[in-house]
C-alpha cells in the first residue's frame, strides 16, 4: 500500500511495517511542512492494527535530518496551525517527539547520515536507532546559535545517556559518530554501512511478524517516560533564549555563511562557531 500526496516524504506499506521516507532537498530540514506532513502520517497508521512496525530512513544519503530549518519563522500560518492542534503542555516542536514516542507501533530510525538539532531529537523519540558506522553522525547543535534544544531534546538526552552525556552533547555541540553514539546509549547500536539496511530490515520483520499482541503488551509494560515537568522547562529555557535580537542575528549569519547548503552543511559546526566568532 502506497500513501502518496506529501510533499517531504514517502510512505508505504507491506507485511505489517510502514516504511517512511523523508524527502526534502536539499539537506532534509525539518520544516513546517515536513512537521506537518509527519504528525499526519503518523496520525493516520495510529489506529491501523495491521502495522505493527514504522522504519524511517532518508532519500539523502547524507542528511537523515539536517535540523529544524532556520527559516522556519516564515512558515507562520502553518506554524500557528501546528500549535492549535498539539497538546496544551508542549510547543509544537516537542509535539513532534511526543507523538513519535508515544506512537503505538514500534518505531525505528536507519540513520545513514547526519541529524543534527531537531534531527537528533527526532532520532532520539524512536523506539530505537540503528546507524551507519561510516557516515552516520548526531548532534545538538543548538549552543552554537545561542539556544538550547527546543522540541524534547534536553529530556530525551538525559533519559538515554544520562545527565552528564546529555550536557557534554549539548554544550560541546559536537557530531558524535556512531560507535560513540552506540556506546553512550543514544543509538541502538552502529554497523557497517553495507549492513544496515539488511539489519533494519530484519528486525523491522521479526517484530511485524510477532504473534497477535506481543507488541501491544511490549510498549504497555514499557511505556514512553512522562516527562511533562522536564519539557515544560526546556521550553521555557529555549523560549527565552529564541526571543533574543543577538540569537537572530547568529542564525541569520549561519545562514549567509552557507547552512542549508549540502556543502555547509558537512561541517555545520565549524560554521556556526565562525559566525559566532564575527559577533
Not at 512537521?35 to 524511517?56: G, K, N, Q, W, Y
Not at 523491522?204 to 510498549?219: S, T
Amino acid at each position: 500500500m502506497n500513501t502518496p500526496g506529501y510533499k517531504t516524504l514517502r510512505a508505504d506499506v507491506e507485511g505489517g511495517v510502514a516504511r517512511i521516507v523523508l524527502d526534502n532537498p536539499p539537506v532534509n530540514v525539518l520544516d513546517a511542512t515536513m512537521m506537518r506532513e509527519l504528525r499526519t502520517v503518523l496520525d493516520d497508521f495510529r489506529d491501523d492494527a495491521s502495522i505493527r512496525v514504522i522504519v524511517f530512513s532518508s532519500a539523502d544519503p547524507e542528511f537523515f535530518l539536517a535540523h529544524v530549518d532556520m527559516r522556519i519563522a516564515e512558515d507562520m500560518d502553518v506554524l500557528e496551525e501546528l500549535a492549535a492542534s498539539a497538546p496544551p503542555d508542549v510547543n509544537v516542536f516537542q509535539a513532534l517527539g511526543e507523538l513519535l514516542r508515544h506512537q503505538p507501533q514500534v518505531t525505528i530510525v536507519k540513520l545513514a547520515g547526519k541529524a543534527r538539532g531537531g534531527g537528533a531529537e527526532f532520532v532520539a523519540a524512536a523506539d530505537m536507532a540503528f546507524a551507519a558506522v561510516e557516515t552516520a553522525g548526531l548532534g545538538q547543535i543548538e549552543a552554537l546559535m545561542g539556544i538550547v534544544p527546543g522540541g524534547g531534546g534536553t529530556q530525551y538526552l538525559r533519559e538515554r545517556v544520562g545527565r552528564n552525556r546529555a550536557l557534554e552533547a549539548i554544550l560541546t555541540a559536537d557530531l558524535f559518530d556512531a560507535e560513540t553514539a552506540a556506546s553512550y546509549g543514544w543509538i541502538n547500536r552502529a554497523l557497517p554501512a553495507d549492513r544496515l539496511d539488511a539489519y533494519v530490515d530484519r528486525v523491522a520483520r521479526d517484530i511485524a511478524a510477532l504473534p497477535e499482541g506481543v507488541v501491544e503488551a511490549a510498549k504497555r509494560a514499557l511505556p514512553a517516560e512522562d516527562l511533562t515537568d522536564g519539557l515544560s522547562r526546556e521550553n521555557e529555557a529555549w523560549a527565552a533564549r529564541i526571543a533574543l535580537p543577538a540569537v537572530r542575528q547568529l542564525i541569520a549569519r549561519g545562514l549567509r555563511d552557507g547552512a542549508q547548503t549540502p556543502s555547509g552543511e558537512r561541517d555545520l559546526e565549524g560554521l556556526m562557531r565562525g559566525a559566532a566568532l564575527r559577533r
